[in-house]
Structure formats: C-alpha cells, structure tokens
C-alpha cells in the first residue's frame, strides 16, 4: 500500500494557528483533536489500517510556518508486521519544516516490532534558527512474549543549516549485537526524545537507564532503555509535557 | 600501501592513550551486563556494528578527504549525543595526533579531533588508503574493550583473543563499506548509534573513583 | 658517575647496574617550561605523604601543581584542601585504565595532556610533580614526561629492596627510603640498606626520612629547590 500525508499549520495572524493542509490516506489519516480556542493546534493519527506491513511505502511531510505551534500524536501505537512472502521491507519517511519561531512536538505513541517485520523508517527535519522541536520517538522490540522483527530507524535533525543529530537504530535479527550490553543489553524498549532550538531543561541523568544530554549543537538528546515501554515512559514523558497540558 | 605501517598504526602498544579507555565496558561491567566471556562477545559485536561501524567511516573519509576535517568532525559531533562521549573521542583525537606528528608530516588538524578523524589524517600521512584507515579504527573500537575486560574482569585472555578473531571477517567486510561510501556527503555516512554507549558513558563520567577514563 | 667496578661473588644476589647508556645529568628543561618530577615506587612506601610534603614545604615559594595517577577520591582532595596543602585545581588525576605503568612509561598521553591542562588553566608553572599509581620494583617514568624522577621505598618493605635493585632502586634521580621511624619495630638495618642502596646507584644520591619526625620532607625538598634553582633562566 503506499499512502501519502500532508499537514501544513501556519500562524492565523491573531496569536494562533490554523492548519492550511491536512490532507491524508488511509493507512496515514489525520485528525484534528483538541480545543479549537488556544495558540497551538493538535492533530492526531488515527490509523486506518493495521500496520505498517510488509510492502507498504508510506510519506508524511510537515510543514510548521513561521510563529505556528503545532503537536502531532497517535491514537495508537503503530505495528510493524510482515507482509506477504517476497514483498519490500515496509518504509516511513517522515519530512518536516520547522520556521523561525514556530514549534513542532511530535509525540506519537510507540513503534512495535512485531516478529518477522521488516521496516524502515526515515526521518528528517530541518528547522529554521529561532525554531523549537520536540521530537519523540520510542520504539519496542517485539510484542509480549515475541522476538523482535527487523526495525532499521534513520533520523537526522538539522538545525539553523547545520546537522544536530544523526542517529540510526537497528534492532531485531538483521541488526548484529543488538540486544548486547552495548547497544541494548537485553532491553525491549527504548525511546529518543530529540529538544532542538532555545529554552529547554538542563542536562540531568534520569534514574536507571536514562539520561538528558547536552548536543554539541544547540538542543539535546534524551535517551532511555527499558524491559518495557513503561520504563521509558517514566524517564520521557515528563519532559514532554507541554505548558498548559 | 606497506601493510608494516598498517600494523604500526594499529599497533595496541601505539602511545595514544588508549589504554585507558574502555570503549564503555567499564560502565557495562559496573551495571552487571557484562560479566562473562559469552556478554564480552556481545558487547563486543554491538559496539563493533555501531561505534565501530560509524568510526570505519569517518577514519576513511578523513584518510580520502584530507581537506574536508571539519565536516567530518562536526559529522561526528551530531553522531555523539554523550557529551562525555565527545571528550573521550576527542582527548583520544588529541593522544593520537601526538603520536602521529612524532611519526608523520600531519597537516593542520586543530588541538582535539574526534578519534577516527585524526586516525584518518595519521593514515593518510602514512601513506596507507581508506581501507586501511577503516581497518584500523574498526578493530580499535573492539581491541581496546577487550583489553580493558581482560584487565577488568580478568577474563581468559585467549577465549578473549578468540573474540576478536572471530570478529575479524566482520571487521574487513565494515572496513571495504566504509572504503566504498567516502565519497558520500557527510550526512549519509552511518550512523548507528548504541544507546547503552550513550547511557553507560554519561553515568561513568558523574564516578567518583574510575579506572578509565571513559 | 658508575658504581666502582667490582667482583661479582658466586654467593650474590643477582643485581643490575645503571644503565651506562642513561646520563642522569640530562639537561633541565629551560623556563618557563615547568620542571617535571616523576614520584613512583611500590604501594604503600608513602608516595601520596611526600608529594603532601613538599606541596606544604614549596607550595608558598614555587607554583607548582600535581598529577597523580593513584586512585583519586573526592575524599582525597578535600583532605589535602583541609591540611592547606594544594587547592584542588592544582591537582589533576589521570585514569590509568588499570596500567599504572604503562601510563608513567609506555604511554603517556594522558600525563602529558593533564600537565599541558594544568598549565593552560594555571599559567606558567616552576613545578609539577607526576606521582605514578601504586607499583612494582620495575615501575620507572618515561622520560617523555619528567625531568628527573625520585623513587620512594620504606623500611618497612623489608631491608633487602635496596639489594633487589631494579629500574626503580637503580636508576632514579634520588632514591627515599621512607619511614625511618619504622626501622626498629620492623627489623629493618639501615646501614644495610645504604651500604646496598650505594653499590646498585654509584653516586646517584640516596636520602632517608620519615615523615613523622620531619613534616617538611626538608633533604627532598632541598633537592628539588637546587634542581629549580639550577634552571637555564628563560631566554
């Protein structure tokens, strides 16, 4: 299946944002939630389909014009599967545009590698200097009781022109040492929570295996490993709440 | 290509401070994850197709694009969220270059390179090419662990000698990507990143008694 | 310079001699360059007390600073800030990855960079001692990294480690036999050990001390002010 999505949200001139496109199919489809009074917009995913499965080639491109707020989410997590013999590794690829004082959170619910899947999923954000992102992305490995599938994830973050941060995550059999103390020791979840962009909270370790760091450039990288996603959840999701939430 | 030089570069008895650096096993060692030979091997193949994987290429771009260090540096910089990630690759840069410069003629590389941008530069002074570049810091990223856990744990040296040799095949086929892709633009090259690395380094950094320095 | 050249009796330990190719009267670096003296010898002689010692006996006169390659605690460092002996800035303490000796002589990148460290955070510096993690007999500085290099013992080692010889006994710039105090509670015969502690070093000196009786560590004290004072001045 291939499927494409589009959100545009700019600002409406009075302190708010509308979004301009918000366009998608099934299985990317996209709803507005929330309150319509307030500065920034939510839109959900709502999934149309379960998925991503063996085959499917899906795109979403944001696009955060200058001084709009903008949160995206998931109702539900997403499920890599299989697809039918022979068919392609499933593939997200994600692109997104963050303008001068505009601010993009991505908080999707976690990704699940279900036995025998085999995805890709692609990320690239640019923002604009003066730009804010939240950018969340947690991952488990294996539903209960299950080896992981195959998950190859790419993310680049650019900021003000320059590259932030390049990270790439490979787990499931195709990924060599995995599931060692190197890279996940064991752990069947892990979460990535990139903050690009000024005004955010000072490094800090975060209790067991977690950890808020400084990037070279100018945001950081919060970093967690878990059993399960609830581990990774308590180390994240506080910093994920926004002002008013 | 003289492969003596190979070996002189790759040297374990180099004096380029590596020695004191763990790669993250004493971290891995402290949190119980590696205990034993069988975890060594894990540890080892993780870091290998991560850490590994990322410096082969950054060694082999350095080693084929002998004016483009800054991008490949800041390259690395952007595949290093560990903020005590970066100190380790750069002091290790910084140990390196002194070596190397007692060695090799070695252009202008600043006062702390990250680690596989100055094995690139050292590589290419030497006279070797890309892939060796990539050999040589692939095999750092491991020998230097194994090392450390046979010093740590007092693990059977042989059993972890057996380790690396049978990494080895890995190691050549990482190094001949790496050889392959240094044309690419910067943001292309891999970046595999290990997020027990991440983790592991940045609570080793906040010890107060450690016996490496990373 | 040598040890007299002497009969090796079928009954006598076996023993080395300086090595003829090493001039122990190498040339001292010019200023401002600091001097650097390397401070080793086996665990528990008593490194951490002289370098102590003589940060309290030079401290005011010279700036000076300290690597240590010991285990190194915060504890530590508060304890030689309440004795007003170095504020912890001049003191830096280097990872040795569990190779204390290849850290003071095989590689010694990571002293190197915490003298340089100390230096660019500091300013100019008279002196900086390099005191080498806890070691064997053999454990000796590269000279990559110190200028001159005093190797510590005690009595209470046993009276025979001069006799043992080894690079350490053998060829350092100044031999401390430490804990003097001990000597009668231990056994230990300090005419023995001089007598021995002369034939392995020929004139390389050799001084005795304990720190008990003198706080000030005032002979290697002594020894490091005529080192600093024999500097080529700065050009």
Not at chain 1, 118 to 140: I, P, S, Y
Not at chain 2, 164 to 190: H, K, Q, S, Y
Not at chain 3, 10 to 35: M, T
Request: glycine share 12%; with cysteine; charged share 20%.
């Amino acid at each position: 299946m291939r499927a494409e999505a589009r959100i545009v949200a700019e600002a409406d001139g009075r302190g708010g944002t509308r979004l301009r496109v918000l366009r998608g199919e099934s299985p990317l489809l996209l709803r507005r939630t929330g309150p319509r009074a307030g500065g920034a917009v939510t839109v959900h995913l709502v999934g149309g389909a379960a998925g991503p499965l063996g085959g499917d080639d899906l795109r979403l491109d944001v696009e955060v014009g200058p001084a709009a707020r903008l949160t995206v989410r998931s109702v539900a997590a997403q499920l890599a599967l299989p697809g039918r013999a022979g068919a392609p590794p499933s593939r997200l690829e994600i692109r997104a545009a963050v303008a001068a004082d505009a601010t993009l959170r991505w908080l999707p619910e976690p990704l699940i590698a279900a036995a025998g899947c085999r995805h890709r999923a692609g990320t690239r954000v640019e923002v604009a200097a003066g730009g804010r992102l939240l950018w969340r992305d947690d991952l488990v490995c294996g539903r209960h009781d299950e080896p992981s599938g195959d998950v190859r994830a790419d993310v680049t973050i650019r900021y003000a022109g320059s590259t932030l941060h390049r990270h790439e995550l490979a787990v499931g059999p195709g990924a060599p040492g995995w599931s060692g103390a190197a890279v996940l020791g064991g752990g069947r979840a892990v979460g990535a929570l990139v903050l690009a962009g000024p005004g955010w909270p000072e490094p800090a370790l975060l209790g067991g295996d977690a950890a808020l760091m400084p990037l070279a450039g100018p945001g950081l990288l919060a970093s967690a490993v878990g059993r399960d996603i609830r581990q990774v959840r308590a180390a994240l999701d506080p910093l994920c709440a926004a002002p008013g939430e | 290509m003289s492969l003596a030089t190979l070996l002189v570069l790759a040297d374990g008895r180099l004096p380029a401070g590596g020695h004191a650096h763990s790669g993250g096993l004493e971290a891995a060692v402290a949190a119980g994850r590696v205990r034993d030979v069988g975890d060594l091997g894990g540890f080892l193949r993780g870091r290998l197709h991560t850490t590994g994987l990322v410096s082969a290429a950054f060694a082999a771009g350095a080693c084929a694009r002998t004016g483009d260090f800054r991008d490949l540096d800041r390259g690395l910089d952007a595949r290093t969220p560990s903020p005590a990630l970066r100190r380790a690759s750069r002091a290790q840069g910084r140990a390196l270059l002194r070596a190397g410069r007692a060695m090799w003629s070695l252009p202008e590389l600043g006062r702390e390179p990250h680690h596989p941008v100055a094995l690139g530069a050292l590589a290419a002074a030497a006279g070797l090419g890309p892939r060796e570049a990539a050999v040589a810091a692939a095999h750092g990223t491991v020998s230097g662990p194994a090392g450390a856990a046979v010093r740590l744990l007092g693990l059977d040296p042989y059993a972890v000698h057996a380790l690396l040799a049978r990494l080895a095949p890995e190691i050549d086929r990482i190094a001949a990507d790496a050889a392959a892709r240094t044309d690419d633009p910067v943001d292309d090259l891999p970046a595999a990143g290990a997020p027990l690395l991440d983790l592991g380094a940045e609570l080793h950094a906040t010890w107060e008694v450690r016996l490496f320095a990373s | 310079m040598h040890p007299e050249p002497h009969e090796h009796g079928p009954d006598e330990a076996p023993h080395s001699h300086p090595d003829p190719g090493v001039d122990p009267h190498a040339p001292l670096p010019a200023a401002p360059r600091a001097l650097r003296i390397g401070i080793g010898g086996p665990v528990g002689s008593g490194k951490t007390a002289l370098v102590a010692a003589l940060c309290r006996a030079l401290g005011a006169e010279l700036r000076l600073a300290v690597v240590t390659n010991d285990i190194y605690t915060t504890e530590d460092a508060d304890f030689l800030l309440r004795n007003g002996v170095l504020p912890a800035e001049r003191i830096r303490a280097v990872e040795t990855g569990c190779c204390p000796h290849t850290a003071i002589r095989d590689d010694i990148s990571a002293n190197l960079d915490a003298v340089e460290d100390l230096e660019a955070a500091l300013g100019p510096l008279e002196l900086v001692l390099v005191e080498s993690g806890g070691d064997n007999l053999t454990a000796t500085f590269s000279k990559g990294l110190i200028d001159r290099q005093i190797f510590v013992v005690d009595v209470a080692g046993g009276d025979k480690v001069p006799r043992k010889g080894g690079p350490g006994v053998t060829t350092a710039d100044l031999l401390v036999i430490n804990k003097t105090d001990l000597a009668p509670l231990v056994g230990a015969d300090l005419a023995v050990m001089d007598r021995d502690a002369r034939a392995r070093r020929g004139d390389l000196p050799t001084v005795f001390l304990s720190l008990v009786q003198d706080r000030a560590a005032a002979p290697v004290a002594d020894w490091i002010r005529a080192l600093v004072a024999a500097r080529v001045p700065a050009p």
